[in-house]
């Protein structure tokens, strides 16, 4: 779990950093600090959908799971319902907003799922490495507002992505190297998604396209299930 303890640090030290930041910062710095994590989120799932398309052997079935996973999102309303969550909780409260705030953006990210998956699987750090320098950066934002109290994200986010590392760790016999990649496929897709709605060039509902990364697991059970 070092990805996820390296995550968690660095969103500690990005609350105490921001937090000595008094005055919190400009709207031109954070706006020039959120364009650059949009376009490195893009070009990390750009990068890693590059690799692994090649030894995808189900050409079509991310273009089914995104379509399929995103439709079901939809009609569960994943991100409304979620919205309302964070509302709910953070209602009259600056610091609970500012934590709220932070769980939406560590915990729901892309980075934050597929990464542990990863890491436990292939022991491959690389997303939640990545992660790490995303929300220490964004943690130094927030918590220039809404002052130190922002670190107790981490705890929250050690124990999201603790639970889909240990997870991941369990079901590992049974998943196979095809199933693997094209999650990955689909989590890169996500991932890029994700830097392009923090460029504000779309408004994605990444909430709702999360059902996705189900659907390879659904038609591998099934195939192998009828040996097919």
């Not at 569960?76 to 979620?82: H, K, V």
């Not at 897709?189 to 659904?218: F, R």
Request: proline share 3%.
């Amino acid at each position: 779990m070092i990805g996820t303890i390296t995550n968690c640090a660095t969103i500690v030290i990005g609350s105490f950093i921001g937090s000595r930041l008094k005055q919190g910062l400009k709207k031109e710095s954070e706006a020039a600090i959120m364009q650059a994590m949009g376009l490195a989120a893009l070009a990390l799932g750009v990068s890693n959908i590059a690799q692994n398309m090649v030894k995808s052997s189900a050409p079509v079935l991310f273009i089914v799971s995104m379509a399929f996973g995103g439709f079901i999102g939809e009609k569960l309303a994943l991100e409304e319902r979620f919205q309302r969550l964070v509302a709910g909780i953070s209602k009259g409260n600056d610091l609970a907003q500012g934590l709220t705030t932070a769980i939406l953006l560590f915990c729901v990210g892309t980075l934050s799922i597929v990464g542990p998956i990863e890491s436990a699987l292939n022991h491959n750090h690389t997303y939640l490495l990545s992660n790490a320098m995303l929300d220490g950066i964004t943690s130094i934002v927030l918590a220039s507002s809404f002052g130190f109290g922002i670190a107790c994200s981490a705890v929250i986010l050690f124990c999201w992505q603790g639970a889909i590392y240990f997870l991941a760790a369990f079901l590992a016999p049974l998943i196979i190297p095809e199933l693997l990649t094209e999650i990955s496929i689909i989590g890169s897709i996500l991932i890029m998604g994700t830097g392009l709605s923090i460029l504000g060039v779309i408004k994605v509902k990444m909430m709702n396209l999360l059902p996705a990364l189900l659907v390879p697991v659904i038609f591998y059970g099934i195939k192998g299930l009828f040996g097919l």
